[in-house]
């Protein structure tokens, strides 16, 4: 037998408690695509780190034609490692020429003439058949589509023996799909193997030879992409729902006529912007005591609906909130008619990290102002310390919030406990609409649970939840009822427990 | 005017522009890697009374601004060290190093010095006799450092925009994890870029003791690192617009003295000020920071 | 664990100043001169007797209300670096309101000198924060710009509109008595009381207030802030307000309280001086007052530390920096970091 272009040998990593990957063996032969499947934590990333060099293994050897690689990022290039992140590693301020050029050091030397390095990248994506259009204009500038492409170009113009792609085609069009994967053929008949990350079905019957299925940080098979069908690869990409225990839900209480809905959400729209994704006539209506989930592949648009709604993000569109109307961009209007934000970026949107634990507790508006005698927020208001931190114990108290003292910094908490702050703070403004975007991430299972628990009981309280999470078991265990996010647009309904369609949406087929 | 006003005018915004331009040039350095050294006032400082004690003990002001260089890049390295290495936040860092280079040059100038009534002077720079007696060459014999600061600002714009080294430097100052991910030594370059700007602002102070004047006073800097900082944001971070910053402001100080000589009844308080008003009348104009460095002032941990 | 993090409140400045008088001693001893004797003058001229110790008091008063002005500002996220200037404009305006209001019944006329330079130094400052929030444009470089405008601008007034009557030196005709704030014969005036006041008024907006809760909540997160219906925006202009009228306080005090005039050079940089200040006191209104006190006092000292001992009295400057370069190492996120991880209450959180 020959030397594999890439041997991985019981590669394994953890994080603190969770495994992200277990012990793992590949053995891939060059002239190859090679895709790697798996639903959000299955533990694609933490592959892709790895063979990328940007993180060690705990154990286990990668080797590219029978030499283990040793060393960072700079090592895994120089073995012929080529790699295209899911979050390029573009500067917005150079142009496209320039950041190419950053990325082959090797070929350009030290003097940079404008004319050579926009002759070479032009070069460049002619002979790889991917359109870059004017190499001199500046990254921040461009669409996703054209700036995936750049990045693609620059771990090509590495010349690598092994190119892994980290969901290449999240941001592109399905010409430009088309045309990717074109060239993605060249290069394989050229003698490249081509490890091609991706929890898209479609495109990895489409493109590769053959599968390798990932869940939970496990890897489930490897089958030749012709002896599979999608339906199959779905199931063994989600897993037997039925060995998830879904939490028994009662049916939820309905209000009184007077409102009928606590949430109504029409031709929601908003603008595309680096990083973030334009949703597209998002609707949605939900019942008081309903809790209403939205599935979908992380960057779908997940933290811009949050947003939207939150007032945080400019929209277009309709959102009434218990009959108000609030208008866009106004996160304070959104608080007043009773919405409620769990953000997904506990740390960036979430907490002020150097304010205690019972600051914290009171950090949003309504809370604030309930503090205060006159019942609302004044330039002269003073703050009632010793009622903010009765509320913030009672907080801390009824959700389980294990602080060393309400004095403590809220960094010094761990996740888990964080989170339940957030969630805490957030229900006890006794919100009409809760919206949480992936509000168990990081936690671990107790955590998780009592968050499920939390959401639960909110619901059956008669707030209206729109759970936003790319977790699916969660989502079967709380959801009321389902829906999907696909690049901005909604899919379904589709029944919690119906795995198969709910993986076949979310990765947009069907 | 007289013909004769005009080559004075120029003569002396030459003159007056040139510590400005080194310094700038310098920062500018500094911040398109992402560092921005609100101590250049405190390092121009050092330079100015390295450069004079330099000179002093040797007679040479070229050894005196070699003098001027090294004291101020070890000051930059104490930048260096704070920002790079502690991740300090940079806009204290660099107050202290103002506060520190006010110190550190008053007593070490009376600790060399004593306390003399007399003014001392060193030999500096002297024009170069070009061009013979062409009169309309006059505004041009100038010391030898301000055709080197002339010279600096193709240079910066070479290095800067034409080179692998410029091109990576530019990487870091606005995107950081991406230049590390492909490889490139944030921290090095950063070092790099500081050290660079401190040699520059160094000179930059070297100027006003061995060539602007001949004699060193305490705070003798008088607020040019700050006028420094204001030229690179006037000039867009561009080595071009810097050099008309510079001049601009050299031009501005000059011509306070012109009119005065002139009688002419514009305060020059109020003329001295119009460079600041019109450094924020830029930046508030101007959409802004748009084209400051993404990454500029940021600490790395956050 | 409280006791614990209040006393790490207090060790990590004074070890901040322990370190900085030894490297500063260095620096002096490189310099060849003897820093115990240097040091003993300048306690001596700090503390050693009434007039040394009324002194300081005059001293510590500017840098008390500046360095009042900074840590709102920081604590809001605002580098405010302009409290040289809204001094500079406050001190202006009052030494103008003066001259105005001087006739008024005399009840009258201290409060509104003092009153306009307050509304000066909030002016002053209400610009660079418009231009922040209106604007983008940084905040750094617009109150260093606006220092040496308002620099400018006294020695525009001195040299022409305010300039005395005899029109011989570049400075203010004496303020009427009335705009001249009580003193003693010692020099102590009432402004020192009135700085000292504002100490447990700011720790009061800070910690017992709804906008002292935004502005902190603001200063260490402002998108969180924003999430939260809190505008962050609008609590930085009310921080820049605030810190620039008590930056203006604080020169129209000097102008009323001490010099009596105003004149070219009038601050001695106690603007600057106020980071430093600011920053020793962890940014906590009761931490100002002390700290302002050690650099009162080490301005007081280093003036007979140089008629006794021959060191400059600018070697306090180099305390200052050293101070802040300490300050800087004991807050370097690296050491922060290796904190958490060892820290007990973190290690029994994680278990959690």
């Not at chain 1, 028994?248 to 595309?272: G, H, I, K, Y």
């Not at chain 1, 304010?355 to 609302?376: D, H, S």
């Not at chain 3, 840098?63 to 900074?70: E, F, H, N, S, Y």
């Not at chain 3, 020169?251 to 603007?271: P, W």
Request: proline share 5%; glycine share 12%; net charge positive.
């Amino acid at each position: 037998m020959t030397t594999p272009r890439l041997a991985v040998h019981g590669l394994a990593k953890r994080y603190g408690a969770t495994v992200a990957l277990a012990p793992l063996d590949l053995a891939l032969s060059p002239g190859r695509i090679h895709g790697v499947l798996g639903e959000n934590g299955a533990g694609k990333s933490t592959l892709v780190r790895l063979i990328a060099g940007v993180v060690g293994p705990d154990q286990g050897t990668i080797a590219i034609d029978g030499v283990t690689l040793r060393g960072g990022p700079r090592a895994a290039r120089s073995a012929g490692i080529g790699v295209v992140h899911q979050h390029f590693a573009l500067v917005g301020a150079l142009t496209v020429a320039e950041n190419l050029a950053l990325g082959r050091p090797e070929a350009t030397g030290a003097w940079l003439a404008p004319a050579r390095l926009e002759a070479e990248a032009r070069a460049l994506a002619s002979a790889h058949g991917l359109d870059i259009g004017d190499p001199n204009a500046p990254c921040g500038a461009l669409p996703v589509g054209t700036l995936a492409r750049v990045e693609i170009l620059r771990a090509l113009s590495a010349r690598p023996r092994v190119l892994l792609l980290d969901e290449p085609t999240a941001v592109l069009a399905p010409a430009e799909i088309d045309e990717l994967f074109a060239s993605l053929r060249r290069l394989r008949d050229q003698g490249l193997l081509v490890l091609f990350v991706t929890h898209k079905l479609e495109e990895a019957l489409g493109l590769c030879d053959a599968v390798s299925v990932l869940r939970g940080g496990g890897l489930v098979t490897t089958v030749a992409a012709r002896a599979t069908t999608a339906r199959e690869l779905a199931h063994v990409m989600v897993g037997d729902s039925s060995s998830v225990a879904g939490a028994a839900r009662p049916p939820a209480v309905r209000p009184a006529a007077s409102e009928p809905f606590a949430l109504v959400v029409q031709d929601l729209a908003t603008d595309a912007g680096v990083g973030r994704t334009a949703l597209d006539r998002i609707g949605v209506t939900l019942a008081a005591g309903e809790i209403c989930g939205v599935a979908g592949v992380d960057g779908n648009g997940q933290d811009e609906i949050a947003s939207a709604l939150a007032g945080a993000l400019p929209r277009r569109g309709t959102v009434v909130v218990h009959g108000r109307t609030l208008a866009p961009g106004d996160v304070g209007a959104a608080l007043d008619a009773g919405l409620a934000l769990i953000p997904g970026d506990r740390r960036r949107e979430g907490l002020a990290s150097g304010l205690t634990v019972w600051e914290n507790a009171c950090l949003a508006a309504p809370l604030l102002a309930r503090l205060t005698r006159t019942g609302k927020i004044t330039w002269r208001a003073r703050l009632d310390v010793g009622r903010a931190r009765a509320f913030a114990a009672d907080l801390v108290r009824s959700y389980r919030v294990r602080a060393p003292s309400l004095e403590h910094p809220i960094a010094a908490l761990s996740g888990g406990n964080q989170q339940r702050v957030v969630i805490g703070r957030a229900l006890a403004t006794a919100p009409r609409v809760l919206v949480a975007v992936n509000p168990t991430r990081g936690l671990d299972i107790a955590a998780t649970a009592h968050v499920h628990a939390m959401l639960v009981a909110a619901a059956a309280a008669g707030t209206a939840v729109l759970l936003l999470s790319t977790d699916l078991d969660e989502l079967a265990a709380v959801s009321d009822r389902l829906v999907v996010l696909y690049r901005g647009r909604i899919a379904g309904p589709v029944a919690p427990s119906d795995r198969a369609r709910i993986g076949a949406l979310m990765a947009g087929l069907a | 005017m007289t013909v004769d006003a005009v080559f004075v005018l120029v003569a002396s915004a030459l003159a007056l522009g040139t510590p400005l331009l080194f310094a700038a040039l310098g920062e500018l350095v500094s911040e398109r890697a992402g560092v921005l050294n609100i101590g250049v006032e405190g390092v121009m400082l050092t330079g100015a009374f390295a450069g004079f004690l330099g000179c002093w003990t040797t007679g040479s002001p070229v050894v005196g601004m070699a003098a001027a260089g090294a004291a101020a890049m070890l000051l930059g390295l104490v930048l260096a060290i704070w920002v790079v290495g502690f991740d300090a936040d940079q806009v204290v860092a660099g107050a202290a190093l103002n506060i520190l280079a006010l110190g550190v040059t008053g007593v070490a100038y009376r600790a060399v010095f004593g306390v003399t009534g007399a003014a001392l002077t060193v030999p500096t720079f002297q024009p170069l006799a070009i061009g013979g007696d062409m009169p309309w060459l006059a505004p041009f014999r100038q010391p030898l450092p301000v055709y080197a600061a002339l010279a600096l600002v193709p240079l910066v714009w070479v290095v800067l925009a034409r080179t692998r080294l410029g091109l990576a430097l530019r990487a870091v100052g606005e995107a950081p994890d991406a230049a590390a991910s492909l490889g490139i030594r944030v921290g090095a370059m950063r070092v790099g870029a500081i050290l660079v700007a401190a040699l520059l602002a160094g000179i930059g102070g070297g100027c006003l003791s061995l060539a602007y004047s001949n004699t060193f006073v305490e705070g003798m800097s008088a607020g040019r690192g700050f006028i420094a900082l204001a030229i690179v944001v006037f000039g867009r971070w561009r080595p071009l617009g810097i050099l008309a910053g510079a001049l601009l402001f050299g031009a501005a100080s000059a011509g306070q003295f012109q009119l005065q000589a002139a009688g002419v009844a514009v305060s020059y308080h109020l003329l001295l000020m119009l460079p600041y008003v019109l450094t924020l009348a830029v930046l508030a104009f101007a959409s802004g920071t748009a084209t400051a460095p993404a990454a500029l002032g940021r600490r790395r941990a956050e | 664990m409280r006791i614990a993090a209040r006393l790490r409140a207090l060790v990590v400045p004074m070890a901040a100043c322990i370190a900085a008088v030894l490297a500063s001693s260095m620096i002096l001893l490189a310099a060849g001169a003897d820093p115990l004797h240097a040091l003993g003058t300048l306690v001596a001229g700090a503390l050693g007797d009434r007039f040394a110790l009324a002194d300081t008091l005059i001293k510590t008063c500017p840098l008390l209300l500046t360095g009042l002005a900074v840590a709102i500002a920081f604590r809001s996220g605002v580098w405010n670096i302009g409290a040289e200037g809204q001094l500079l404009m406050g001190a202006l305006a009052a030494t103008a309101a003066a001259s105005l209001v001087g006739a008024l019944p005399a009840a009258l006329v201290v409060p509104l000198t003092l009153a306009a330079g307050v509304a000066a130094g909030a002016c002053w400052a209400a610009i660079a924060a418009v231009l922040k929030v209106r604007r983008n444009v940084s905040e750094v470089i617009a109150t260093i710009m606006l220092n040496f405008v308002a620099a400018r601008l006294v020695g525009f007034a001195v040299h022409g509109p305010l300039m005395e009557s005899a029109a011989r030196y570049p400075q203010s005709d004496p303020l009427p008595a009335a705009a001249r704030l009580p003193a003693t014969t010692d020099g102590l005036h009432m402004g020192i009381l009135l700085a000292l006041l504002l100490v447990p008024a700011a720790w009061f907006v800070l910690y017992r207030s709804q906008l002292g809760f935004r502005w902190r909540a603001t200063g260490d997160n402002p998108e969180a802030t924003r999430i939260a219906g809190l505008a962050p925006d609008h609590a930085m202009l009310a921080a820049m307000l605030v810190s620039g009228g008590l930056a203006g306080l604080a020169g129209a005090v000097e102008v009323t309280g001490l010099t009596g005039r105003l004149f070219e050079q009038f601050s001695g940089g106690q603007g600057y001086t106020a980071i430093a200040v600011a920053l020793l006191a962890r940014l906590h209104p009761v931490g100002v007052a002390a700290s302002a006190l050690f650099f009162g006092a080490l301005a007081a000292g280093s003036g007979a530390m140089q008629r006794s001992a021959g060191v400059p009295a600018v070697f306090v400057a180099i305390v200052q920096a050293t101070v802040i370069l300490a300050l800087l190492v004991a807050d370097s996120p690296w050491l922060a970091r290796a904190r958490i991880k060892t820290s007990p209450a973190a290690r029994s959180a994680e278990a959690a």
